[in-house]
């Protein structure tokens, strides 16, 4: 076997086991020995260094170094659905007015009993937050939404304090108040 083959094997078994091959320094070996077989060992030189690219192509980029992984976000394990019980008609009011309530006016209402509680988290018992009494004509209140969950009691009462309608929303927050709401019918 001549120098040139030899040089070429060697090549190829470097390729052959994965290593980076310096094509340059083996072109410098070859081209330093005289001989008629210089020109086609170079002409594989090429090929062996166009199988490495091919190799390298199909192995993808290398791996990264220790890069901090980024856990994947993951879905709450429970959210609050916005549910209406009531025995009467509320709704959300026009969008251009920010958070509100909305209902029909009832004759024989003379007041309304507002009490708006909110909770810390989807598992916590809502607590009451502020009560506020508005006069019977009233069809409309403001909500004071933030991101956490909260409920709405609106007690409609007669002349002589008797519970006429009553509707309760709750589990609203900033997020779901365009959601579509669950309703629920109530016992008068």
């Known amino acids: 076997m001549d120098e040139h083959a030899q040089i070429i094997d060697e090549a190829r078994h470097r390729?052959?086991?994965?290593?980076?091959?310096d094509v340059r320094?083996?072109?410098?070996?070859?081209?330093?020995?005289?001989?008629?077989?210089?020109?086609?060992?170079?002409?594989?030189?090429?090929?062996?260094?166009?199988?490495?690219?091919?190799?390298?192509?199909?192995?993808?980029?290398p791996p990264a170094s220790e890069a901090p992984t980024v856990p994947p976000r993951r879905k709450p394990l429970l959210k609050t659905r916005p549910t209406v019980t009531s025995n009467m008609e509320v709704r959300r009011g026009p969008p251009a007015d920010g958070?509100?309530?909305?209902?029909?006016?009832?004759p024989k209402v003379a007041a309304w009993e507002v009490r708006f509680s909110e909770r810390a988290d989807v598992r916590a018992d809502y607590a009451v937050r502020e009560e506020r009494t508005l006069p019977g004509e009233a069809t409309t209140v403001e909500l004071p939404l933030g991101d956490s969950p909260f409920r709405v009691h609106l007690l409609g009462r007669d002349r002589g304090g008797r519970l006429v309608r009553r509707a309760i929303v709750s589990g609203l927050t900033r997020a779901s108040w365009g959601d579509r709401w669950e309703r629920r019918a109530s016992a008068s």
């Open 99 to 106: 958070f509100v309530l909305t209902w029909a006016a009832v």
């Open 15 to 21: 390729v052959a086991r994965g290593e980076q091959l």
């Open 25 to 61: 320094s083996f072109e410098a070996r070859l081209n330093a020995i005289e001989g008629p077989s210089r020109e086609r060992a170079l002409r594989q030189l090429t090929r062996i260094e166009s199988v490495q690219r091919a190799r390298a192509l199909l192995a993808g980029p």
